[in-house]
């Protein structure tokens, strides 16, 4: 069987691998193409164009780039166009993905789209065009899958594979002693992001903040992980300009053993967020953009929060910082009342423990028989 893939940024490429690992275990024989991160292509997928081409974030940016996108749509719409996949699966990237899966659809490919665009937050008439463009949409979270359904759109709920890989309980000395960091102190995280605009903006408050909150407990430590060695470096530099004094450690790509290792998190939106809440831990979730980005944004966007487990407990149980209220001081504020309120840190855990249980299903299986579904019926 032959499928054609595209995934977009580090968080679709950690979901691709573990989609393609589903379907190798009912098709060992699978034949992968298209576009995807280190983790896809450790998993067998062919990357036809790098992954850092789609590797952007807001309104504004993507215009400058316009050119190169249409361009790399086109290549890949002839790629496959003429060795006809199977199946595509878009993975998330739905501003890429949606206008190349519709011509693809078209073109009498099978169409799979794997994470939902936040229809149901804002731009809801997406969904017209979703419709058109997919033959089945898979979600992570159960309330999208009410969304489609209500707009007669084919949908699977699959559960989030993040929520069966991370223990209910996550071993923070394990997670410790995997980093050979100190098993006693207390840390904190600092997840800037995974895009370049994300280190641009989101580097200087979070690297103020852990500064001012250092001087108030010098007993305090910080870590930080970064998706490859061009992002680590661009936080590198910002760290050696505004805080080379501060005790923070550096990784790559070990996220989720800085999430297991940390005390409190401070992370930008998105799946980090969703993560951080799966491993239990206390975080305040600051973003910024651009201006213009900004102000579009608070035109279209239709919910009361941004963070996931915001959403997910649809109350405002972690805060959340958003353009100008991103300041060290905010963001130093919060961080000392969870370092100085356990209570409130437990309240947390237990009702992020009650969504971890919610979210848990058999995802891999779910979603390998959902593609093969589409795969079986199109035949």
């Known amino acids: 069987m032959k499928i054609g893939i595209l995934a ?9 691998a573990k989609l393609i690992h589903a379907l190798r275990d009912q098709c060992p024989q699978l034949q992968i193409q298209g576009i995807g991160g280190p ?106 899958a009410k969304f489609y ?33 100190d098993e006693n102190a207390t840390y904190v995280a600092l997840l800037p992001g995974s895009r370049r605009q994300e280190i641009r903006y989101m580097a200087e408050p979070l690297l103020l903040a852990a500064k001012q909150a250092w001087k108030q407990k010098p007993h305090l430590r910080f870590l930080t992980s970064h998706v490859n060695e061009q992002r680590y470096q661009e936080f590198y530099e910002c760290y050696k300009r505004f805080t080379p004094e501060l005790p923070l450690e550096f990784f790559t790509r070990r996220s989720p053993d800085v999430m297991a290792a940390a005390d409190v998190v401070i992370v930008t939106s998105g799946t980090a967020t969703l993560e951080t809440m799966l491993y239990k831990k206390p975080m305040i979730i600051a973003y910024r953009m651009s201006g213009f980005t900004y102000q579009i944004a ?32 905010a963001i130093t504020t919060h961080l ?21 249980k919610e979210l848990r299903t058999d995802s891999a299986r779910c979603i390998s028989d959902a593609v093969l579904g589409v795969v079986n019926h199109n035949k």
């Open 8 to 16: 977009g940024e580090a968080s679709g490429d950690l979901l691709g």
């Open 39 to 144: 983790a896809m292509e450790a998993a067998g997928c062919e990357s036809l164009f790098d992954i850092e081409r789609l590797a952007m974030m807001g309104f504004v940016e993507p215009l400058f780039r316009l050119p190169n996108l249409i361009k790399l749509r086109h290549d890949l719409y002839h790629y496959f166009t003429h060795n006809r996949p199977d199946v595509f699966i878009g993975i998330d990237a739905p501003d890429f993905n949606i206008g190349l899966e519709l011509k693809l659809k078209r073109a009498g490919i099978p169409i799979v789209h794997y994470v939902s665009p936040s229809v149901w937050a804002w731009r809801q008439k997406r969904v017209h065009k979703i419709a058109k463009a997919v033959d089945l949409m898979l979600t992570l979270l159960p309330f999208e």
């Open 149 to 181: 359904e209500q707009h007669c759109v084919p949908v699977r709920y699959v559960g989030h594979p993040l929520a069966e890989q991370i223990p209910l309980q996550p071993d923070k000395i394990a997670a410790r002693r995997a980093l050979c960091i």
């Open 298 to 329: 608070k035109w279209l966007v239709k919910t009361p929060y941004i963070g996931l487990p915001n959403l997910l407990a649809n109350e405002l149980l972690v805060p959340e910082l958003i353009q100008e209220a991103v300041t060290p001081q």
């Open 336 to 356: 000392l009342d969870y370092l100085d309120h356990p209570e409130k840190v437990q309240r947390i855990v237990n009702k992020f423990t009650e969504l971890h």
